[in-house]
């Protein structure tokens, strides 16, 4: 590893000063059980197998100063079904990203959704079969020779818990392991749960490094996501950089990094609203707190010229709900994305053939041109893909047309 963060460790590279930026000192401390000691030993039961983390990669700090083994290639894409269905330049943003960086990576066809919505929504699945949807995408990840990150919070907020679960009871691996047998796969447990923003923000300084605009006029609001820092919360990454270690790290270094301006405010802490099952049966009340307690908040106290959250429901949850807002003369108007979105843009992406922009509700366009990039031109391009998918000239758009 060339470059240097602040709060990353290379591999194979450990400072003296680095264990006295975290808090607690001692890891060992911890009001939690180490659980990666717990996975090992398991392993050596015979229980499963544990799908290291692959060189290069960089160890970073969880909340309680224990490392995390951050990959950042040979990553196996676990795609959001929210993310594919409403916000596709989220995951676009991603891949993108790895291939400008020169990392590889697999996008697999084979898999499943983690059916998170189904447990958190609505309650009608049950442990096993939650575990065995697990198993199923971590075995297929093992056998194609990739690690597991993950692109939804949700997604990796329920494989932690069902990664307790597992720990917790045995009767689960036995169940577990007895369906991968009929897949003609092993039971894994990956070494870590990363979720992609924690990809990102390892790799925020090679991303500024690659940025094409200047960003220190852009403000920045963040809200991070509760299935990301609230749901087995030890797990989150902490820096003492970042809000003195009192906030996870993920997102707002990002930001740091790129040289944007970042503004607090005050509901920092607060869901944006999606709540799972509020979205389903209290629409309305997931619309008022999204855009009355964030939103608004943000406006009067930071006025930011974009938010920046890394979740599928987040971005959704505090983008589309906007709109019935402005109805009623609320002080809304400040568009929604991800943080690989705006990392995409700041180096050089295409804000519809690869951001997608144009799949968000809140006017994007002020934000472009504050950054420096041409909208119109953009616009132009990208109709112009469709007329030529549309006559036939071309099947679709690919990575080469949008490098």
């Known amino acids: 590893m060339q470059e240097q963060q602040q709060d990353a460790i290379p591999l194979g590279f450990t400072p003296v000063s680095a264990s006295s930026r975290f808090k607690p000192a001692n890891p060992d401390a911890a009001p939690t059980e180490d659980l990666k000691k717990i996975i090992f030993e398991l392993e050596e039961q015979g229980e499963w197998i544990v799908h290291r983390v692959p060189e290069p990669y960089y160890e970073l700090k969880t909340k309680f100063g224990r490392p995390k083994k951050i990959p950042l290639e040979q990553t196996w ?161 902490y820096s003492q950089d970042l809000y003195n270690g009192q906030r996870s790290a993920v997102v707002s270094g990002l930001v740091k990094a790129v040289g944007a301006n970042l503004k607090d405010y005050s509901t920092f802490f607060d869901c944006c609203g999606f709540g799972f099952r509020h979205i389903l049966v209290q629409r309305d009340f997931s619309r008022s707190f999204a855009t009355m307690r964030k939103i608004e908040v943000m406006k009067n106290e930071a006025n930011p010229d974009v938010v920046l959250t890394h979740d599928t429901g987040c971005v959704t949850t505090l983008d589309k709900s906007q709109f019935a807002a402005r109805v009623h003369k609320r002080n809304v108007g400040v568009p929604v994305m991800s943080d690989a979105q705006f990392a995409a843009l700041s180096m050089g992406a295409h804000p519809f053939r690869v951001v997608q922009l144009h799949w968000h509700s809140t006017d994007y366009r002020p934000l472009l041109e504050k950054m420096g990039i041409d909208h119109e031109a953009a616009w132009a391009e990208f109709q112009d893909d469709v007329k030529r998918i549309k006559s036939g000239e071309i099947p679709a758009l690919s990575w080469e047309m949008i490098e």
């Not at 697999?106 to 499943?112: F, L, M």
């Not at 992609?196 to 220190?216: M, P, Q, T």
Request: glycine share 6%; hydrophobic share 35%; charged share 20%.
């Open 77 to 237: 894409h676990h795609k959001s079904c929210g993310q594919c269905g409403h916000i596709p330049g989220y995951s676009a943003s991603i891949f993108w990203i790895a291939r400008k960086l020169g990392l590889s990576y697999h996008n697999p066809e084979e898999q499943t959704s983690c059916t998170g919505w189904n447990y958190y929504a609505s309650a009608t699945s049950n442990a096993e079969a939650q575990v065995a949807v697990a198993a199923r995408n971590f075995g297929q990840a093992y056998q194609d020779g990739y690690f597991p990150l993950i692109h939804c919070g949700t997604s990796y907020g329920h494989y932690k818990e069902v990664r307790q679960q597992m720990i917790d009871h045995p009767e689960y691996r036995v169940k577990a392991r007895k369906i991968m047998k009929k897949f003609g796969k092993e039971l894994v447990m990956p070494e870590e749960i990363v979720h992609y923003s924690e990809w990102v923000h390892a790799l925020k300084d090679r991303i500024a490094a690659k940025k094409v605009f200047d960003l220190g006029d852009i403000d920045v609001s963040i809200h991070l996501a509760c299935h990301y820092s609230k749901l087995v919360s030890e797990d989150a990454l």
